[in-house]
């Protein structure tokens, strides 16, 4: 391990360089390098107390960190993002030599209860589209709205993915080329539905669209962030009396439960949805009771055949 003379500069420069490799090699949004940024210099804080003199992993320090969050009140959520992103820290130091070896198999980050994905019925999508346009704003907001959220109801699409289409994305009606997380690139089909909303934005934006920055702009012409997004769909949502569940990203979730519900094939979905793993996606698989019964009792053959007996006897 090379012996760290300057404690917080060189903690800088190795917390600068990672954060750099994030944005410019693995293409992570902003937010989620603000946050990974601010769990290093939790990290580092607690190295300081301990008098650490470099960064090599130390099994008590750890111990110390987790004991301190957990005292603080953290939740176990941002424990663990806090756990992942120290091995990823490490990792990357590791590769660029500053660690010579690397042990991380004791670094285990607290058990979170598999969180299911909450999406909203069919009627509430409905519901929820249906008052934004009738909304008493300008004509081209309501348009530029209803055609986020069907982005994200009929494409799956993220918030800030959506949020990031330019006109270059925009070269055929039929497909959208996103660039997702992680700088994965995907091919999502558009549905005439929602190329047409998407039109109807474009053409009754009132600022000049230029090709290389976001069509979706605010009343000032600036691209719209997200945060508008989600007080727009609040506010439609209490309007509506929708569940409190009910946010921009809820829709992702309809768009991949209502598929599978209706039988969609889970590796396409996984494919739509811009997983890396196959078991994120199957997250989506509780489908509601009652459907699962319909299912059943259609498909399986003694079901039909029960049916049969029944009318039989009568």
């Known amino acids: 391990m090379r012996q760290v003379e300057n404690?917080?500069?060189?903690?800088?420069?190795?917390?600068?360089?990672?954060?750099?490799?994030?944005?410019?090699?693995?293409?992570?949004?902003?937010?989620?390098?603000?946050?990974y940024k601010r769990?290093?210099?939790?990290?580092?804080?607690?190295l300081?107390?301990?008098?650490?003199?470099d960064i090599e992993p130390d099994r008590a320090v750890f111990r110390i960190w987790i004991s301190e969050m957990y005292d603080s009140g953290c939740t176990k959520t941002t424990i663990a993002r806090r756990v992942s992103a120290l091995r990823s820290f490490l990792r990357y130091?590791?590769?660029?030599?500053?660690?010579?070896?690397?042990?991380?198999?004791?670094m285990k980050?607290?058990?979170?209860?598999?969180?299911?994905p909450k999406a909203i019925s069919i009627n509430e999508v409905a519901q929820l589209l249906e008052l934004v346009k009738r909304r008493p704003n300008a004509s081209?907001?309501?348009?530029?709205?209803?055609?986020?959220?069907?982005?994200?109801?009929?494409?799956?699409?993220?918030?800030?993915?959506?949020?990031?289409?330019?006109?270059?994305?925009?070269?055929d009606a039929n497909w959208l080329r996103i660039l997702g997380k992680g700088g994965k690139t995907r091919d999502v089909p558009v549905l005439p539905i929602v190329a047409d909303s998407l039109q109807t934005a474009l053409e009754s934006c009132p600022f000049q669209i230029e090709n290389k920055k976001p069509i979706f702009m605010s009343k000032r012409g600036l691209p719209l962030g997200q945060r508008a997004v989600q007080r727009m769909v609040e506010k439609a949502r209490i309007s509506?009396?929708?569940?409190?569940?009910?946010?921009?990203?809820?829709?992702?979730?309809?768009?991949?439960?209502?598929?599978?519900?209706?039988g969609g094939d889970l590796r396409a979905i996984q494919e739509l949805l811009g997983h890396s793993s196959l078991s994120t996606t199957q997250r989506y698989t509780h489908v509601d009771t009652e459907k699962l019964?319909?299912?059943h009792q259609q498909t399986h053959p003694r079901a039909t055949m029960m049916v049969r007996d029944n009318k039989s006897d009568n």
Not at 93 to 106: A, F, N, T, Y
């Open 109 to 116: 980050s607290p058990k979170l209860p598999i969180s299911l």
């Open 39 to 46: 769990d290093l210099i939790h990290y580092f804080s607690c």
């Open 240 to 262: 509506a009396n929708l569940p409190v569940e009910t946010t921009p990203h809820t829709l992702r979730h309809a768009f991949a439960t209502h598929l599978l519900s209706s």
């Open 140 to 171: 081209w907001e309501n348009n530029r709205d209803i055609a986020i959220l069907y982005l994200m109801y009929g494409c799956g699409l993220r918030l800030s993915e959506t949020l990031s289409i330019t006109p270059a994305h925009l070269k």
């Open 7 to 35: 404690n917080s500069s060189q903690h800088a420069d190795y917390l600068n360089g990672w954060l750099h490799w994030l944005s410019s090699v693995k293409h992570y949004q902003f937010h989620t390098i603000d946050a």
């Open 48 to 53: 300081s107390k301990q008098n650490k003199a």
């Open 93 to 106: 130091c590791h590769r660029r030599g500053v660690l010579l070896k690397l042990d991380l198999s004791w």
């Open 293 to 295: 019964i319909e299912i």
